[in-house]
């Protein structure tokens, strides 16, 4: 592990853990920490069947953990119904963004051709809401889930997280920043690679134990069995 230097004044901290990026933001004296706790394995390629698609499984998901000097870990953090995790997709080894930013109404310019083609990669619900459920151990917590996102085209990809305020979020900065525009994410962090295979030799993997654990919390999440499709 090692950390990676930022300019002076910068309080955004990234940790590098293996294939994953963890990032450490401090914002007003809070520590926030994104870990994905469920890896994706595989998807089924869906081309131009989007509405058919077989989502990533086993289902994304991502631990929140919100921390400060006094109390440690914050289970009442004021600013959590105003955070969101967006997922966005990238290459196989984590370097270049392969799914371009939904377009803003007030954008300027508009998306070019190659952004469009760009967008369609990446299906679902890309943006997810905090749900507290527990976890394996019994322990409440802040979880961020996706279990209905596909990609398009066959191949080897990585997906990252990344944790937004709300009132700090703007659009229009991030179309125009795109990459440059890291210090709108106060948290992000990375999955490990997983595949994207051709639908004929899809085979859905055994349900995980968190997958079961949070069904059977209310949890709305897809549940396939293992099996050809």
């Avoid at 990238?90 to 371009?100: C, P, Q, V």
Wanted: charged share 20%; proline share 8%.
């Amino acid at each position: 592990m090692h950390s990676r230097a930022t300019p002076r004044g910068s309080s955004h901290v990234v940790l590098v853990f293996g294939p994953a990026v963890c990032s450490l933001s401090v914002c007003d004296r809070r520590r926030y920490q994104l870990e994905v706790i469920q890896q994706p394995e595989v998807a089924a390629e869906f081309g131009a069947n989007a509405l058919s698609r077989l989502p990533l499984s086993p289902p994304l998901v991502a631990r929140l953990t919100i921390c400060d000097d006094r109390r440690g870990s914050i289970d009442d953090d004021p600013d959590l119904p105003f955070l969101i995790a967006q997922l966005v997709l990238f290459s196989e080894d984590g370097r270049h963004e392969l799914d371009a930013q939904a377009p803003s109404a007030i954008a300027t310019p508009p998306p070019t051709l190659e952004q469009q083609r760009r967008r369609t990669l990446l299906y679902g619900s890309t943006v997810s809401s905090p749900q507290y459920l527990r976890d394996l151990n019994g322990r409440p917590g802040v979880f961020f889930l996706f279990p209905d996102v596909g990609v398009q085209r066959e191949g080897r990809y990585t997906l990252r997280v990344r944790l937004l305020r709300l009132s700090r979020f703007d659009p229009t900065r991030l179309m125009s920043e795109g990459e440059q525009s890291a210090s709108l994410f106060i948290a992000q962090t990375s999955t490990a690679p997983f595949a994207v295979v051709p639908r004929q030799q899809y085979v859905a993997p055994e349900q995980t134990r968190l997958t079961r654990h949070f069904l059977m919390q209310g949890v709305n999440m897809y549940a396939f069995n293992t099996r050809s499709l």
